[in-house]
């Protein structure tokens, strides 16, 4: 039985950095075919989590949805619907960065390094350094976007680098179906880390792309996360409701 999308309110979250634009690039075809409505909320880098948590409490007031996103957007996004599970439809996890505390994520030092050359270099210089020693695609993509999020990026990054992920534990309360990717090159956000997070829901399953064809084609991103979740393990939740059932016993 696979994750039925068709009409579903489905609201997806930029990571730290990147935009709306992106975003949408990324999974509109995937979820058009899906028959999803696609909901890609801007961020608000002076109040970058909250934010997020608004936009989906405010996509929900309608009925249920399906929630997602890229790196914190798919932390905050498996937050949200780890509080709401009658609200949520499905999760959609695109490159999750770290699994509980941010302490030790190369993404969370990565965002620490960023705000630290923004703030003491400014705009273009660090820009100018992000280019140096990023890939050209990615290089093109976070300038465009860390200039529509300037000068209040450095703070949305050091709000990122604080932000506590689901523990496994939490992910094992999942609710509903979670499709996960992860680039199987990237350093930044570790494929480990997407392993943990399916090993640990109910319902979950992984698939994996590279950097090179996200770069060539943004959509293989979120046609990769939107076949993980219909292959999604429907009898993996009713086998995990009926143990944990019978330890209440």
Same mark, same amino acid.
């Given at each position: ?29 995937? $979820? ?11 961020? #608000?880098?002076?109040? $970058? ?42 999760? /959609? ?14 993404? &969370?030092?990565?965002?620490?390094? +960023? &705000?630290?050359? $923004?703030?003491?270099?400014? /705009? ?8 140096? +020693? ?5 290089? @093109?993509? !976070? ?27 939490? !992910? ?13 090159? @990237? ?23 590279? /950097? ?7 959509? =293989? /991103? %979120?046609?990769?996360? =939107? ?11 009713? #086998?995990?409701?009926?143990?944990? %059932?019978?330890?209440?016993?």
């Amino acid at each position: 039985m696979a994750v039925n999308l068709r009409g579903v309110t489905t609201v997806l979250l930029p990571g730290t950095g990147s935009d709306d634009n992106y975003i949408y690039r990324a999974f509109a075809g995937a $979820l058009r075919e899906a028959g999803a409505v696609l909901v890609t909320p801007a961020p #608000r880098p002076e109040r $970058l989590v909250e934010g997020y948590r608004d936009a989906l409490d405010d996509a929900a007031r309608a009925g249920a949805i399906a929630v997602g996103g890229v790196s914190i957007g798919a932390a905050v996004a498996t937050e949200w619907a780890l509080r709401h599970p009658g609200q949520t439809v499905a999760v /959609l996890a695109a490159l999750p960065a770290w699994t509980g505390s941010p302490d030790t994520a190369p993404a &969370a030092m990565a965002a620490r390094h +960023s &705000a630290q050359l $923004l703030r003491e270099q400014g /705009l273009d210089s660090a820009t100018a350094t992000m280019r140096a +020693s990023s890939p050209q695609w990615l290089a @093109d993509e !976070l300038a465009r976007s860390w200039a529509g999020q300037w000068p209040a990026l450095p703070d949305a990054m050091e709000e990122a680098t604080r932000y506590v992920a689901p523990t496994c534990e939490a !992910l094992a309360t999942l609710a509903v179906p979670m499709g996960v990717v992860a680039a199987t090159d @990237d350093p930044v956000h570790p494929i480990e880390v997407a392993r943990q997070w399916v090993a640990a829901a109910p319902r979950a399953a992984l698939r994996t792309v590279t /950097l090179d064809a996200m770069g060539a084609d943004p959509a =293989v /991103l %979120g046609a990769a996360c =939107v076949a993980a979740l219909q292959a999604c393990d429907f009898g993996a939740l009713r #086998r995990g409701e009926r143990d944990r %059932g019978h330890r209440n016993r």
